[in-house]
Every structure is written in C-alpha cells, then in structure tokens.
C-alpha cells in the first residue's frame, strides 16, 4: 500500500488529502514499509512534521508491518490475497470467506463472562497492552517481563511460553 495514497488507515482516507497546507512539499511514492525502521518502529521524521496531530495519533495506534519487503495489492475475501471466481461467489453467498472470520463468530457467540469475549478479542486483535507494546507506544522504558524477567514480555510470552503458564 502506498502511505501518502491508499486509504490503509481506515476511515481517514489518502494521507496526501490530509497534509497541512503549509506544508506541502513534493510528497514521495513510498509504501507503508518504506515509513519503518529497521527495529520495526516509526520513522515519524519522514512524515510527523507534515500532517495534523489527529492523523499522527491514528499512525501511533496502528503497529508497523512487519515484512519490510514489498507491499502488494491483494483481494482480501481470497485464502492467500489472491482473487478468484470462487471466493467472490462465496462471499456473495455468504459463505464464510476465511479463517478470520470463522474465529470471530466463534468469540462473538462466545457464551460467558462478556469481559473474557472482551479479553478473547484484545488477544485475536493484537491489542493487549503488554510490556512490548508499552514499551512500543513510548510508556516504558523497560519492556521486560515483570514476572520471569524475560527480556520480552510479548503476548506470546505471556500466553504460551511463561513458565508459569508452561506449567498449567
């Protein structure tokens, strides 16, 4: 996707609309990977300075793609991005098209305490505030696990690989 023209973040549309207007200088046809760093962080230099502080905060709460290799137009209702006559009529009979959607019914018809649906959600979003997530969003400076002492306390290593949770 290319960062100053796709709509990749949602509802905002093409970044290049939003730019302020005193600062429009000749905008690059970089992809959204091009804006990332090689620790998998912002580049915020390359674009901070050029849009409005609404647009910059939405760019803080989407995480960096984490292939830095190529971005690619895909079809996102086919099995690996790619389109076919099959996965249209699928979805035009409306067939669950993939394995996202297959888990997402099962943790919307999830019948229990409505903050595990919640927390079941956080965790198949990626969004639970972990230490490396803190640490990412600038609000710690110690990304360590504070159980174990991990050097990473990730959401894998909080759900799989602790050795409490190894223990259960």
């Not at 793609?65 to 389109?83: C, K």
């Not at 229990?112 to 490396?132: A, E, K, M, S, Y």
Request: proline share 5%; glycine share 8%; net charge neutral.
């Amino acid at each position: 996707m290319r960062f100053w023209w796709d709509n990749w973040l949602g509802s905002v549309g093409a970044l290049y609309d939003r730019v302020l207007a005193d600062r429009t200088p000749a905008i690059p046809d970089a992809v959204v990977a091009d804006m990332v760093d090689e620790y998998g962080q912002w580049c915020w230099h390359r674009f901070d300075q050029l849009l409005p502080l609404e647009i910059i905060l939405r760019i803080a709460g989407v995480k960096p793609p984490l292939g830095l290799s190529y971005d690619r137009i895909g079809w996102l209702l086919g099995s690996n991005q790619e389109f076919s006559v099959r996965s249209a009529f699928d979805v035009r009979q409306g067939v669950p098209y993939s394995p996202v959607e297959l888990v997402w019914k099962v943790i919307a018809g999830f019948k229990g305490l409505p903050r595990v649906q919640t927390f079941l959600w956080l965790i198949f979003h990626d969004r639970v505030l972990t230490n490396v997530e803190r640490g990412r969003r600038r609000l710690t400076q110690d990304c360590s696990c504070t159980i174990c002492g991990v050097i990473e306390g990730d959401l894998d290593h909080i759900l799989r690989r602790r050795p409490l949770t190894l223990s259960l």
